[in-house]
């Protein structure tokens, strides 16, 4: 898990820097070096403490962006992160490891799988993610950018076989039901990179469509479907308009229609509108009977 660690503010330990090289150096001038009291050999020592003192110093030096962490470990044990944006002074002789942040995003490749009632699809989704542990992120995987792809193509794939590609019921949901099929894919990709200490902030279906070699059929069947819901709508409407049309002769005692010119009167009516082309109206010159 990820954990804070040691560190100072980096302009404070360049003013420290400063003071171990000027030290000796500042020593040796004021003191008198080269006397028998102040000999050049005590000199050389400080002025090589200093040189290792200030090395040391150097090596704990870290800059970070913002949105940006460092993983520091110290001889292979990871001793904390740091994830505030500035110039830090940490362990010496330690090393870092920079982690983004930010928030990324990154599109899937078209996959071709098969839904749920066998059709060989096409789907691709685009998913939108950052890191939340560092350490995990560095420690728990090898690469968790790739990771996160290879999860992802993998959620996609399991979505796709979980759902057909269109329902041709209510209470089935399918592929193309966004507001349930987004909400199932983040919730599953969530669980898949929690390992690698990121988080899935969305995800949505970019790509969707039937894979080339069914394509055409497909699209007969759906246009099939459409002419035949279009049909009974037509043939719904036109019913209740001939209902509406008798009864309003009836209850305006317009004329008497015995149940044979009732029917003819029906057939009529629904000819007119049901056809789906004008009709040639025929004008009848004698009696309501000849």
């Known amino acids: 898990m990820e954990k804070r660690t040691f560190r100072l503010s980096g302009f404070l330990m360049v003013l420290v820097l400063v003071l171990v090289v000027a030290a000796p150096i500042w020593w040796g001038f004021t003191a008198g070096v080269g006397t028998e009291e102040n000999p050049d050999s005590t000199f050389i020592a400080l002025l090589i403490g200093a040189i290792v003192a200030g090395t040391l110093i150097l090596t704990g030096f870290q800059i970070l962006n ?57 789907i691709a989704a685009v998913v939108v993610f950052r890191v ?31 759902y057909p590609y269109e329902s041709h019921t209510d209470d089935r949901p399918s592929l193309r039901d966004s507001t349930m099929v987004a909400p199932a894919l983040t919730a599953e990709l969530r669980e898949r990179v929690e390992i690698a200490g990121v988080e899935v902030l969305e995800s949505r279906v970019t790509h969707l469509a039937y894979a080339p070699e069914i394509a055409q059929a497909m699209l007969a069947r759906q246009q099939a479907n459409a002419v035949v819901a279009a049909r009974h709508k037509i043939v719904e409407g036109a019913v209740g308009m001939v209902q509406g049309a008798l009864d309003r002769l009836h209850e305006l005692n317009v004329v008497s229609l015995d149940e044979e010119r009732k029917a003819q009167m029906v057939a009529n009516l629904l000819v007119v509108l049901c056809a789906d082309r004008a009709t040639q109206p025929v004008i009848n010159t004698g009696t309501l009977y000849g």
Request: no cysteine.
């Open 66 to 122: 913002p949105n940006e962490a460092a993983v520091v470990q110290f001889f292979g044990r990871y001793i904390g992160s740091v994830r505030k944006a500035g110039f830090h002074w940490v362990t010496p002789l330690s090393g870092r490891r920079k982690v983004t942040l930010r928030v990324r995003n990154f599109e899937t490749n078209r996959l071709k799988v098969s839904d749920a009632d066998g059709n060989p699809v096409e």
């Open 132 to 162: 939340t542990d560092s350490a995990k992120a560095v420690f728990a995987v090898d690469d968790h950018v790739h990771y996160v792809a290879v999860q992802a193509e993998a959620a996609v794939r399991h979505l796709a076989t979980s």
